[in-house]
């Protein structure tokens, strides 16, 4: 079966820190990834999907970006922390041809 | 564009009590419908999905929702609901087999005895 791993779960960083979010899945190959951002009382917002090693779409310009060095590792990483970054940071995959998403246990980010 | 309305933010019911979280999608082409359930601190799990074939579709822990075309509905129910389904629910949709879902904001679930 598959599983999909985030962490950290939770961290506390300072404004102006870097950022370094890993996700991993295991059980299937050349999956598609993505990143989202779930505020407070504003639902997911997608941040990057890519569909293979090194393919990144970026869906909203900001200060994040994401990289995907293995087909099932996807790391979202910023130089500089805003506080506007803090949420909860979910990954999640789909099958190359799939239509259902499913999503990893989330990291909680505060930025302080 | 692809856009999901859930008409209520909140909504608190009695255990034992029936309960519908609305959803309602915007769409020019066919359309993907997903239920996903997130308790709290925790990830998204998938309650249920709508595909093709028969509009009523059943999910686990006893939910259940009807795609409705006319209506660009996906209406999400549950006939007798318990203490332990309190949490957010999320509508989303899709067009497209691989492509990122469109998420509506989510609807907090309170069931209280």
């Known amino acids: 079966s598959q599983t999909i791993h985030q962490w950290p779960a939770t961290l506390v960083q300072p404004v102006g820190s870097p950022l370094s979010l890993e996700c991993t899945v295991e059980?299937?190959?050349?999956?598609?990834l993505y990143w989202y951002r779930q505020a407070a009382g504003r639902g997911l917002q997608l941040l990057f999907y890519?569909?293979?090693?090194?393919?990144i779409s970026s869906e909203v310009p900001q200060n994040l970006s994401a990289s995907r060095p293995q087909d099932r590792q996807f790391i979202l990483s910023s130089k500089k922390l805003l506080l506007s970054d803090s949420g909860f940071y979910l990954c999640?995959?789909?099958?190359?041809?799939?239509?259902?998403?499913?999503f990893g246990p989330g990291t909680r980010l505060l930025v302080l | 564009a692809q856009s999901v309305t859930q008409l209520d933010s909140q909504v608190p019911v009695f255990e034992e009590a029936p309960v519908e979280l609305r959803c309602n999608y915007s769409?020019?082409?066919?359309?993907?419908l997903f239920w996903y359930v997130q308790y709290p601190n925790q990830g998204l799990q998938l309650l249920l999905k709508?595909?093709?074939?028969?509009?009523l579709v059943k999910g686990i822990n006893g939910f259940e929702a009807e795609f409705n075309k006319s209506q660009t509905s996906f209406h999400l129910r549950k006939p007798s609901v318990h203490i332990s389904d309190t949490a957010e629910y999320f509508c989303?949709?899709?067009?497209?087999?691989?492509?990122?879902?469109?998420f509506g904001k989510g609807t907090t679930l309170s069931v209280s005895s």
């Open positions: 999640a995959w789909t099958r190359n041809s799939g239509e259902t998403q499913y």
């Open positions: 059980g299937t190959s050349n999956p598609n």
């Open positions: 890519s569909v293979g090693i090194g393919q």
């Open positions: 769409s020019s082409v066919s359309v993907y």
């Open positions: 709508y595909l093709s074939g028969s509009t």
């Open positions: 989303a949709v899709s067009h497209q087999a691989g492509t990122a879902l469109i």
